[in-house]
């Protein structure tokens, strides 16, 4: 069973708009930083967004001042929303628990235990 559903994807044009939601009711996350990452087609995943659970949050160069990570803790869900969007931001995006209270080395110190991830395409 899938601890982590994300949502929210689809198809939309650049400069364009999307906010991802990870449904995690399945645990417990109020003591865990989280995390998105995507996959583009022909690359590694990559962490691109995090936030502590402080709400501190850090962003990779490719997507800092057009993304935007939230937390909702009562509602035990995270969010992702993307404004500006680009062909390059094309991926499969997936939510993930990062193995501590902060958001150093999130990159790395993740949660093995991916959802399904969804799908953002940005094309003309």
């Known amino acids: 069973q899938l601890q982590l559903v994300e949502s929210g994807g689809g198809l939309v044009q650049p400069g364009g708009s999307l906010r991802l939601s990870c449904d995690a009711s399945?645990?417990?996350?109020?003591?865990?930083?989280m995390a998105w990452f995507r996959r583009a087609p022909g690359k590694e995943r990559q962490g691109i967004a995090c936030?502590?659970?402080?709400?501190?949050?850090y962003y990779a160069d490719s997507v800092k001042g057009r993304f935007t990570i939230s937390r909702d803790n009562a509602k035990k869900m995270v969010f992702l929303q993307m404004s500006s969007l680009k062909p390059e931001d094309t991926a499969v995006y997936y939510c993930?628990?990062?193995?501590?209270?902060?958001?150093?080395?999130?990159?790395?110190?993740?949660?093995?235990?991916w959802g399904q991830g969804t799908q953002v395409t940005v094309s003309s």
């Open positions: 936030i502590s659970t402080l709400s501190n949050t």
């Open positions: 399945k645990f417990t996350m109020t003591n865990i930083a």
């Open positions: 993930a628990k990062i193995r501590d209270r902060w958001c150093t080395g999130y990159t790395t110190n993740y949660d093995r235990n």
